[in-house]
């Protein structure tokens, strides 16, 4: 049968990083507070000349190298993003354009912070139908351009970046030690919509709006959610939370993150964390993650990997694989 396999792994952020303590200026709030609620001590933002596009590329040639490719090489580009460039056309068509690429096809994708993990499943199954061959999934998101800096609730979360895998069709035997996507698990519930969402849009306000949350809301469902697409994968694979060597979530909060791997019998030491770094980058999060994982040496060849998800929709998801 067919795997998608990943065979490159890139990323890139803003040159500025923004620590907590410049928060301090703006909004009632303090770097102790700030970490002692999500773990973030700094996130990167965006400045006038960066984009959502221009940090997508970076991230997609990151990944045609680590993967020893070409543009060339690619004939698909799927693209997270909740914070495009244009209303349209699609950010992953701009992408295509500026890796010089004039064939096969091009889409962004819409989950917000379940994005990437949406992008794979969905990238997963253009492959094993034979529609492309190689694919760049990239989760590019310029987080900043959307927040309301009034606000500290939700400003002291979100922060700038990208990151991309190069995923290949490749043949496999149909077992679970085949390399690639082994399973994939997706959901959605629209009636939580309020509880994230901006403010704005096209065909409502005809502006962008802002990023509006109930933190505590979404705290409440996000663990649970996130259990169930996991149980989901692990069922369909047939293992147990014992046979995964590392769990990349989404980052967006370190106490989800450390309750979920508990809910779920993850081993704190397979757990990658970089929200501390990185802030919640939405689509961005779990590439950036896994990007950062594999550069240290953590995540190797042969390695089953865990990743997760969970977003304003709510989405949430998850995808089985093998490095």
């Known amino acids: 049968m067919i795997r998608s396999v990943v065979r490159g792994v890139g990323a890139s952020l803003p040159q500025r990083v923004m620590k907590n303590a410049e928060f301090e200026s703006l909004v009632d709030t303090s770097d102790e507070w700030i970490v002692q609620r999500t773990g973030i001590t700094q996130r990167y933002i965006v400045s006038e000349d960066e984009t959502t596009a221009s940090l997508g590329e970076a991230a997609a040639r990151a990944a045609l190298a680590s993967a020893n490719l070409t543009p060339d090489d690619i004939d698909l580009i799927v693209l997270a993003t909740s914070t495009p460039n244009n209303t349209f056309p699609a950010t992953a068509v701009e992408i295509q354009n500026r890796l010089g690429i004039t064939h096969g096809f091009a889409f962004d994708m819409q989950a917000v912070c379940s994005g990437f993990v949406y992008a794979m499943a969905t990238v997963d199954a253009h492959l094993r139908s034979g529609l492309a061959r190689r694919a760049l999934v990239i989760g590019s998101e310029t987080f900043s351009r959307i927040l309301d800096w009034s606000d500290r609730t939700t400003c002291v979360l979100f ?11 490749a043949e496999g035997a149909g077992a679970m030690a085949d ?16 509880k994230l969402f901006v403010d704005g849009g096209p065909s409502t306000t005809g502006t962008v709006g802002h990023l509006r949350m109930e933190g505590k809301e979404v705290f409440k469902h996000a663990v649970g959610m996130i259990t ?8 369909r694979g047939n293992i147990t939370a014992q046979d995964i060597d590392w769990f990349v979530p989404h980052q967006a909060n370190k106490r989800i993150i ?4 508990r809910k779920l019998g993850i081993a704190p030491e397979k757990v990658v964390m970089t929200v501390h770094l990185h802030g919640n980058t939405s689509a961005a999060s779990v590439p950036l993650a896994l990007e950062t994982a594999v550069s240290d040496g953590r995540i190797k060849a042969g390695d089953l990997v865990l990743l997760e998800a969970m977003g304003g929709g709510f989405t949430w998801g998850a995808v089985l694989l093998r490095w």
Do not use: C, N, P, T
């Open 258 to 261: 450390d309750a979920s791997a």
């Open 228 to 235: 169930d697409v996991v149980e989901d994968v692990m069922a």
């Open 159 to 169: 922060g700038d970046g990208a990151g991309a895998v190069v995923l290949e069709a």
């Open 179 to 194: 390399r690639g996507i082994l399973a994939s698990s997706l959901r959605s519930d629209g009636s939580h919509r309020d």
